[in-house]
């Protein structure tokens, strides 16, 4: 399996990885310092230990990932509201397949992949992305790693804002 370095061009051209995780974007920037709460003294939180309750502002954004087999493959856990509505049918429970030519299929498994290799959170940004329906609208996403035992990742929390031209689901940051 191909591993992207930090900092370096993801498999899409017009995809790039921050692994210093710096963003403007404020929503961006909350889900991490929630998930750096979270994690206190270790290399990452648990599930158990995000609570819906207390990330209200971005539960529309957030997504939760599995970890299948140690990365051989993940499935779409949970999807915020914004995010579900990108979709024309709720991919809850779908396995990333790793023989697929969808653009949004290999990205996704770019970018997990990336996150269990490094152990830390990662942004991911494209100019546009690789959904159909708004896929002329940039977007950033965040992705922090979760691990039940404080040792094997298996659970990837992501938030996701999308940015102009596309604004009918107020994903703006």
């Not at 909350?30 to 309750?53: C, G």
């Not at 209200?56 to 499935?75: E, M, T």
């Not at 709720?90 to 949004?104: A, M, Q």
Request: proline share 6%; glycine share 4%; net charge neutral.
């Amino acid at each position: 399996m191909d591993r992207v370095l930090p900092g370096a061009t993801a498999p899409h051209a017009e995809m790039t990885f921050d692994c210093d995780c710096t963003s403007a974007l404020p929503k961006i920037n909350r889900t991490l310092s929630y998930w750096n709460e979270k994690r206190q003294y270790r290399a990452m939180p648990a599930r158990r230990d995000i609570s819906p309750f207390e990330i209200k502002d971005v539960l529309p954004i957030v997504q939760f990932y599995d970890v299948v087999d140690r990365g051989a493959s993940y499935r779409v856990r949970l999807l915020g509201t914004d995010v579900a509505r990108l979709f024309d049918k709720d991919p809850t429970g779908e396995l990333f397949d790793r023989g697929s030519d969808s653009k949004l299929v290999t990205r996704m498994l770019a970018v997990f992949d990336q996150v269990m290799s490094q152990r830390k959170p990662l942004i991911a940004r494209a100019e546009h992305t690789a959904i159909q329906k708004i896929n002329h609208s940039p977007i950033e996403s965040i992705y922090l790693p979760l691990s039940d035992d404080g040792t094997d990742i298996n659970m990837i929390f992501a938030a996701t804002v999308v940015l102009a031209p596309y604004s009918a689901t107020q994903l703006a940051g």
